[in-house]
């Protein structure tokens, strides 16, 4: 069963920094693009960045181009995202999302999230 | 970017009542469509992909269908765990983007 955990939410400060993790289980982490998606509160998802499932490319929204960078390590099954400069319209919940083998694939997994609050 | 388009924004239908959602993409997409559901305080779960096929385990009550720009979700008889907000998602080129959602009750 394939089971995505993530982690490293909470409280920043605007301009601050947070790393969030995802560790995945139940499928063969590397042979599988990886995608962070997040939802602000009230509001709809919206893709946040794709990385291949080498991790030799990825793409972001243009809202946090810039500021945030994905990778992952397929020796520990763990996909991360680095969000510099945070600002308070960063606030929402994060969710890890399992892509396919190629970029075109929607997201047939999901974890269960976790909340990333921007405020002074 | 792709943008997508959903309507009605919210619908309130009855036990039984068959559901339709829509969705237009602002070019043409081929069938890189999803839609997922999203239940209050979870995670979105996928349910159709490339515009028509059944994720495993969804129930038949749920389809889709279209191609290009337009594109049609429904639930053929609504039951009361179908309270979700549904989303398409088109998956043909990047930046992915999402619907905005339609909000069903009972």
């Known amino acids: 069963e394939v089971h995505l955990l993530e982690s490293g939410g909470g409280l920043a400060q605007p301009g601050g920094s947070l790393r969030l993790s995802c560790v995945a289980s139940?499928?063969?982490?590397?042979?599988?693009?990886m995608a962070w998606v997040r939802q602000a509160p009230g509001k709809g998802l919206e893709w946040v960045s794709t990385?291949?499932?080498?991790?030799?490319?990825?793409d972001y929204a243009d809202a946090v181009k810039g500021r945030f960078t994905v990778s992952r390590d397929n020796s520990k099954n763990t996909l991360y995202v680095q969000m510099n400069s945070l600002r308070a319209e960063d606030t929402a919940i994060y969710y890890c999302?399992?892509?396919?083998?190629?970029?075109?694939?929607?997201?047939?997994?999901w974890g269960q999230g976790t909340l990333v609050s921007v405020s002074s | 970017d792709i943008q997508l388009t959903q309507s009605p924004s919210s619908l309130s239908a009855s036990v039984g009542d068959r559901v339709t959602i829509t969705c237009q993409a602002s070019?043409?997409?081929?069938?890189?469509l999803s839609w997922y559901q999203q239940k209050p305080g979870r995670a979105p779960k996928l349910l159709i992909y490339?515009?028509?096929n059944l994720e495993t385990g969804v129930p038949s009550r749920f389809s889709g269908s279209g191609s290009g720009t337009d594109f049609t979700f429904s639930i053929s008889s609504l039951q009361p765990e179908d309270i979700a907000t549904y989303y398409c998602?088109?998956?043909?080129?990047?930046?992915?983007?999402f619907g905005p959602g339609t909000r069903v009750d009972i």
């Open positions: 999302a399992k892509g396919g083998a190629v970029i075109a694939h929607p997201f047939d997994h």
């Open positions: 139940g499928f063969t982490f590397g042979d599988y693009a």
């Open positions: 990385i291949t499932s080498t991790g030799s490319s990825s």
């Open positions: 070019q043409d997409i081929a069938n890189y």
């Open positions: 490339d515009a028509y």
């Open positions: 998602q088109q998956y043909d080129d990047l930046p992915f983007t």
